[in-house]
């Protein structure tokens, strides 16, 4: 009898912190009300925005432990737009993206931390033009998700970085006659990603 109240006793003490720790939720990116853009300095005095279209991501968010958090986000190179037909021709040819060869953009997660409250730093692997580099991102997170009028879970975050385009193969330059050259180096990238809780899958 003690033996069986004893074995009883140690299954439930294993058993509760892994009761107390939940699986991570899985978010899918929600194209619809996600922004993903970059802007680029132009002539050296004014910048060129532009932002892609098509892209697909998911989210794997532990809120026991965010910093165990991953992402993921695929982009279809081909949908990028800068609202100029020319401009966004030159760049998804060989001179850029080449996107007939290189069709896909993509960010992995390596690494989450906590900056500050709300902030987080969200390290990762971005692949452009076939050339993968680590970038971190500067990331706003809300405190906590919320419904939309259709019951639907979202939550949302905003995240910046910069990077050298030269650093993944996007060499292409003009030189200018005044000096300086006719596309910046540096890119700004920004992200607004709103991402939906994916519904748990009914057992069979």
Known sequence: MKLS???SLSTLLLATPLAAHAAPTKWNLD??????GFKVRHLMVTNVKGQFNKFTGTLD????????SKVSIEIDAASLDTNEAKRDEHLKSA?????????KLTFVSTAVKKAA????LV???????????SVTLDVNAPDRAIKDPWGNTKRGFEATTKIKREDFGLTWNKA?????VLVGS?????????????????SS
Not at 176 to 180: D, F, N, P, S, T
């Open 95 to 103: 001179d850029f993206f080449d996107v007939a060869k290189f069709p």
């Open 117 to 120: 409250p709300g902030k987080l």
């Open 31 to 36: 194209q619809s009300h996600t922004d993903i």
């Open 5 to 7: 109240m004893y074995l």
């Open 61 to 68: 968010f532990d809120d026991k432990d965010i910093t165990k």
């Open 176 to 180: 200018l006659e005044a000096g300086g």
């Open 186 to 202: 540096e890119v700004e990238i920004s992200i607004e990603a709103e991402f939906g809780l994916e519904a748990p899958k009914k």
């Open 123 to 133: 390290t990762g692997n971005l692949t452009i033009h076939g050339v993968t580099k």
